[in-house]
C-alpha cells in the first residue's frame, strides 16, 4: 500500500511558478514510478509528468515540456513538480499518482494510488 499526499498548489500570475511535492508513505516507494495529472473543471483528466521509480527516466505532456520539471528523492519519499512560465490553461486539481511497474505510462486508468488532489490556479 502508498499513500500520497500533495501539496504547494495555490494562486500565481501568469508567468510565475510553483513547486508541488508529492510526499508517500510506504517502505517500498522506491519501487513505484509516479506520475503527476491534472483536471480542470468539465475536463478529462489529463497527464502532466512521470518519472521512473530510480528517476533516471521522466516523460511530459506537450503542453508542458520545457516550462515544468518532475523529480524524485527516494530517501525522503517525495516526488517533486516544478512548474515555470505558468499559463492559465495550467489552472486545474493537480494529482500524483503511483504504480509499481518499470515501464512509464501516461493513461491514469493504470495507475493504482492516488492522492486527494492539490488546487493550482493562474491567473492572466
Known amino acids: 500500500q502508498v499513500q500520497l499526499v500533495e501539496s504547494g498548489g495555490g494562486l500565481v500570475q501568469a508567468g510565475g511558478s510553483l513547486r508541488l511535492s508529492c510526499a508517500a508513505s510506504?517502505?517500498?516507494?522506491?519501487?513505484?514510478?509516479v506520475g503527476w495529472f491534472r483536471q480542470a473543471p468539465g475536463k478529462e483528466r489529463e497527464f502532466v509528468a512521470v518519472?521512473?521509480?530510480?528517476?533516471?527516466?521522466?516523460d511530459y505532456a506537450d503542453s508542458v515540456k520545457g516550462r515544468f520539471t518532475i523529480s524524485r528523492d527516494n530517501a525522503k519519499n517525495t516526488v517533486d513538480l516544478q512548474m515555470n512560465s505558468l499559463k492559465p490553461e495550467d489552472t486545474a486539481v493537480y494529482y500524483c499518482a503511483a504504480r509499481r511497474s518499470f515501464w512509464l505510462t501516461t493513461t491514469p486508468a493504470t495507475y493504482d494510488y492516488w492522492g486527494q488532489g492539490t488546487q493550482v490556479t493562474v491567473s492572466s
Open positions: 518519472i521512473s521509480n530510480t528517476g533516471g527516466r521522466t
Open positions: 510506504g517502505r517500498t516507494f522506491s519501487s513505484y514510478l
